[in-house]
């Protein structure tokens, strides 16, 4: 079984512009969370979604916001984008998000701004 | 507010020696637990979890965690530690049926040969 694949693994944006990421879960899953690590702040939570629906939501800015297509594959979408915005973002799926099921994380995209 | 600490930032053991990575969390009922180990460039992988029942669980590649209650921990463990299981390593907690997972600060292994 595939596992979760995020697209592309690198990008390299300038202050100012607007980002997409992408992240196609484990077949089957239906719940799609997406994190932010840094190096001075760790993992954290931006938002999960489950059948196309927002579910919970991490303290984030608004210019910070995703989406989920009928097939469960999600998107990230980054506006106006800041120097802290550089980071390894991370997606995670799991079959309906409740605390017992692990979830399973993609590789990652590299987003670096200069 | 649900929270997660790895006391241990860096930890360097000699390859074949024991280990150990502590971990505390704060919550205010039994917490789904897990540990992951994140290699350089990669992203994270799911050692083991914890949900109920037997507090010692066993995971993949030879590590082992134990759920202390009364001491609000979740130890990882493993007994004979190889060169490759140099990477960070994450204990983590869910947040109340959420979805959302709670991360410690992380804990860096280094293997000696």
């Known amino acids: 079984k595939a596992g979760v694949t995020q697209t592309p693994r690198y990008l390299i944006k300038t202050r100012g512009q607007q980002v997409t990421l992408s992240c196609s879960p484990i077949?089957?899953?239906?719940?799609v969370s997406w994190y932010q690590q840094t190096p001075g702040q760790g993992l954290q939570f931006l938002f999960e979604?489950?059948?196309?629906?927002?579910?919970n939501k991490g303290n984030f800015p608004g210019r910070f916001s995703g989406r989920q297509f009928s097939n469960s594959r999600s998107e990230m979408n980054v506006s106006t984008l800041e120097l802290g915005d550089s980071a390894l973002y991370l997606c995670?799926?799991?079959?309906?998000?409740?605390?017992?099921?692990?979830?399973?994380f993609g590789d990652g995209t590299r987003l670096s701004i200069l | 507010a649900q929270s997660v600490t790895q006391p241990d930032i860096h930890i360097t053991v000699s390859e074949g020696a024991s280990l150990e990575l502590r971990c505390n969390y704060s919550?205010?009922?039994?917490?789904?637990l897990f540990w992951y180990v994140q290699s350089p460039g990669q992203g994270l992988q799911l050692l083991l979890k914890?949900?109920?029942?037997?507090?010692l669980v066993q995971g993949i590649k030879g590590f082992e965690a134990e759920f202390k209650r009364s001491q609000s921990s979740f130890n990882l463990r493993k007994p004979s530690v190889h060169w490759s299981d140099a990477a960070e390593y994450f204990c983590?907690?869910?947040?109340?049926?959420?979805?959302?997972?709670?991360f410690g600060q992380g804990t860096t292994l280094q293997v000696k040969p």
């Open positions: 995670a799926s799991s079959l309906e998000g409740l605390g017992n099921q692990p979830q399973h």
């Open positions: 919550y205010g009922a039994t917490p789904y």
């Open positions: 077949s089957g899953h239906r719940s």
């Open positions: 914890y949900f109920s029942g037997d507090t």
């Open positions: 983590v907690v869910e947040a109340g049926n959420t979805g959302k997972l709670i």
């Open positions: 979604y489950f059948s196309e629906t927002q579910r």
